[in-house]
């Protein structure tokens, strides 16, 4: 059976995987860079050189995690775009080497379309989610609704305009005096808070028109989201309120903002499932992991897929599952390939 070797660096993560083209993962390693979290966020430099550094023991890992050698590997495959551009180079550069070194057929994957081929892969406990559905992408670098009709490619319905998902949540913890990436301890803190406390803008103020919790009554005209309101209502609570004040009601600060998040997310979701007629709707990205999003998302009575959590946040499995459906370079047709550092390309 043909195996992939698939490799992800477009951001702070330095990922290879090896996937069988029944969409089995034999291995998925991930060595997540801890040298950002002083700075607030991810320092694009920073991440290039521990990529160089790491790329090719995390690449040797899976190789012995799969009890495969390279000789066995058939197609290389590496996330092309989009992503920090020397972050990007490195994992291409390496698969591009590899590949060339044995004259395999290459495969240059779009990250987006790796988030939506996660969705493709199977696992003893997991079976493979089928287009056509709605995926909904949610990451600190982008969220998106997109269209899956079939395996090699999507239609994007709605983007963010201007923060991502992930972005909103980090930047929201930060101004509670949370670490970074902050999602999951906002998420833990306002475990404890009253989501009504604090009246947050949904994106665009479709609460007002719909009410907090009715959102099938309120109407998103467009499926593209904006959290900077809500990121600045944020703000302004918090220079209303002294520093006690801020600390005793941190946790109704933080459980209001993570509905304003959620709400917005969800609001878009369900009128594009409404749009679409789909009845069916994957989730992906690292905000996919946040519990409230997840309920919301598993009462509005479609077919819910999450994949399981490695598989939601970036990692290489997931750009060898869109490889076994994309187009592939044969040798040496890919070496002058580049990385791109934004947009999508919906192959
Ligand atoms: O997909 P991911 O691992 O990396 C990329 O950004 O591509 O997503 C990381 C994002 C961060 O912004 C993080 O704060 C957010 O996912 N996140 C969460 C939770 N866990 C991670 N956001 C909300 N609730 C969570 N439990
Ligand atoms: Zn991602």
């Known amino acids: 059976m043909r195996s992939i070797l698939g490799i992800e660096t477009s951001c702070d993560d330095t990922c290879a995987a090896v996937v069988d083209e029944g969409g089995r993962t034999l291995a998925n390693v991930i060595s997540s860079q801890e040298d950002h979290g002083g700075f607030g966020g991810v320092v694009p430099e920073i991440a290039s050189r521990q990529h160089l550094l790491l790329v090719?023991?995390?690449?040797?890992?899976?190789?012995?995690?799969a009890d495969v050698t390279l000789g066995e590997i058939d197609v290389v495959a590496a996330t092309q775009g989009p992503g920090l551009v020397g972050a990007l180079l490195v994992g291409l550069s390496t698969a591009k080497a590899l590949a060339a070194a044995r004259e395999l057929s290459f495969a240059a994957v779009d990250h987006l379309q790796g988030h939506v081929a996660a969705n493709f892969l199977s696992s003893p406990g997991d079976a493979a989610f089928e287009p056509p559905f709605l995926c909904l992408i949610a990451s600190g670098g982008h969220t998106l609704l997109v269209h899956v009709r079939g395996y090699d490619g999507f239609e994007?319905?709605?983007?963010?305009?201007?923060?991502?998902?992930?972005?909103?949540?980090?930047?929201?913890?930060?101004?509670l005096?949370?670490?970074?990436?902050?999602?999951?301890?906002?998420?833990?803190?306002?475990?404890?808070?009253?989501p009504e406390a604090f009246s947050f803008p949904g994106s665009r103020g479709e609460r007002s028109r719909g009410g907090r919790g009715t959102s099938r009554q309120a109407f998103?005209?467009?499926l593209d989201f904006s959290f900077a309101g809500v990121k600045t209502a944020l703000l302004y609570r918090l220079r209303e309120l002294s520093e006690l004040e801020a600390q005793a009601r941190a946790a109704d600060l933080a459980a209001s903002y993570q509905t304003a998040i959620v709400d917005s997310l969800i609001l878009r979701a369900e009128q594009?499932?409404?749009r679409t007629g789909l009845e069916r709707l994957a989730v992906g990205g690292g905000v996919a992991a946040n519990g409230e999003l997840r309920r919301r998302l598993g009462s509005l009575g479609v077919t819910l897929h999450v994949p399981e959590r490695v598989l939601c946040t970036?990692?290489?499995?997931?750009?060898?599952?869109?490889?076994r459906f994309a187009e592939l370079l044969p040798y040496?047709?890919?070496?002058?390939?580049?990385?791109?550092?934004?947009?999508?390309?919906?192959?």
């Open 314 to 323: 970036d990692n290489a499995a997931m750009i060898a599952s869109a490889a």
């Open 332 to 347: 040496p047709e890919y070496l002058a390939l580049d990385a791109y550092a934004s947009g999508e390309r919906s192959p």
């Open 177 to 194: 005096g949370l670490g970074f990436p902050g999602g999951a301890a906002l998420e833990r803190l306002a475990a404890d808070g009253d």
């Open 220 to 222: 998103a005209k467009s």
């Open 56 to 65: 090719n023991a995390i690449v040797e890992r899976a190789l012995r995690d």
């Open 156 to 175: 994007v319905l709605g983007r963010t305009l201007d923060d991502a998902a992930g972005e909103a949540f980090d930047k929201g913890a930060r101004m």
């Open 272 to 274: 594009a499932l409404e």
